[in-house]
């Protein structure tokens, strides 16, 4: 009998999927966010999840050199959801994470999509990964009527 086997709690449900590095990339992943998170019943809002998405795949095209695949991940927890864009460049995201960065330039056609994600998100960051890094976003769960 495997007795620890039968106490160990499910592994949440995931999405992993390998996106092309070009900015086709965006719309696909959009609408794969949406479709994940119907599909593993999160209570996350759905068009948060899919505007920051699109926010984390165009930076990852954007600054990443070469044609190595982006990878998605999508993850139900028991508070919401968690997002999460791989690339292969190691640098960190810019001013994700640091409060002080300041408001972008309203005349600057680039410079929100860091904004929105520290803002809409309930948390954000980064990470290595041995390919590169990980920039993620949590949402938190709604309640649903």
């Known amino acids: 009998m495997n007795g620890p086997a039968l106490h160990e709690p499910p592994s949440p449900a995931s999405w992993r999927i390998a996106l092309p590095h070009t900015t086709a990339a965006v719309p ?10 119907t599909d593993i019943e999160s209570s996350a809002d759905t068009d948060t999840a899919e505007l920051l998405t ?14 190595d695949p982006i990878e998605l991940v999508i993850e139900l927890l028991p508070t919401g ?20 960065a ?6 600057q056609e680039h410079g929100r ?8 998100s309930s948390s954000c960051g980064h990470r290595p990964t ?4 990980a920039v993620w976003f949590t949402l938190p769960g709604t309640h649903r009527h």
């Not at 696909?28 to 998170?37: F, I, K, M, S, Y």
């Open 28 to 37: 696909v992943a959009r609408a794969l966010v949406r479709t994940a998170l």
């Open 113 to 120: 999509g860091l904004l929105l994600i520290r803002t809409l």
């Open 81 to 100: 959801c968690q997002v999460e864009v791989h690339d292969s460049n190691p640098l960190p995201p810019g001013d994700l994470t640091d409060p002080l």
């Open 54 to 67: 699109a926010e984390l795949v165009a930076n990852a095209v954007e600054h990443t050199a070469g044609q």
């Open 130 to 133: 041995e390919s590169g890094k």
């Open 102 to 107: 300041g408001e972008p330039d309203p005349w």
